[in-house]
């Protein structure tokens, strides 16, 4: 892959992608510890960004394909998570979140149910049954549609270690109420 790669959208600048994406990761997930697992993580550089270019969906299936397979197959002191993004592909979140029933049929072909999940981001992410201005669904939000694909056994070993984790997504929603929009975008203002 170039740095630069044309997609459906234009050019896709991969590095500033990237760096937009670590840049999410460190000041929100980890600044704000909304993933109290992330920082051992990233710190450990076990975090693979790969910022696809596909010009369309199977192109992205087949780079989900590769990526399900290697995070399978790659020791987890290499890569413990894979973050794929897409920065054009989904501009519309309704039909990202459809997108991941074909996800979740992606991870049951490869027999990886158990073994693997994807959790979705999107700078549009709504959870279900929320206003849609509450700030809630910014524990989702992200600078580019992504999918985060775990290993269950890992997320497993950091629950039984971490303890009482069913607080942490009311605990997650306060923060991001308290932050409020204007203090959010100031945060992500820091990425660009």
Not at 38 to 62: E, G, I, W
Not at 116 to 144: A, C, I, K
Request: negative net charge.
């Amino acid at each position: 892959m170039t740095d630069k790669n044309v997609g459906e959208q234009g050019v896709v600048d991969v590095l500033q992608v990237r760096a937009q994406t670590l840049g999410w990761l460190e000041q929100a997930v980890i600044g704000l510890n909304l993933c109290p697992f992330a920082t051992s993580v990233y710190v450990n550089s076990q975090v693979r960004v790969v910022v696809s270019t596909a010009k369309h969906l199977d192109a992205f299936l087949d780079e989900l394909d590769v990526e399900l397979l290697l995070l399978r197959d790659t020791p987890v002191q290499e890569i413990e998570t894979t973050l794929l993004v897409h920065p054009h592909l989904f501009p519309d979140f309704l039909v990202f979140n459809d997108f991941l029933n074909i996800v979740d049929d992606v991870v049951a072909e490869h027999g990886l149910e158990g073994v693997l999940q994807v959790l979705p981001f999107h700078p549009e992410f709504l959870f279900g049954g929320e206003d849609e201005t509450d700030m809630s669904h910014y524990t989702n939000r992200s600078p580019f549609p992504m999918l985060h694909l775990l290993r269950e056994d890992s997320l497993s070993q950091a629950i039984d270690a971490h303890g009482d984790t069913d607080a942490i997504p009311e605990r997650n929603k306060q923060v991001l109420r308290d932050l409020g929009l204007a203090g959010w975008r100031k945060l992500m203002a820091l990425n660009t």
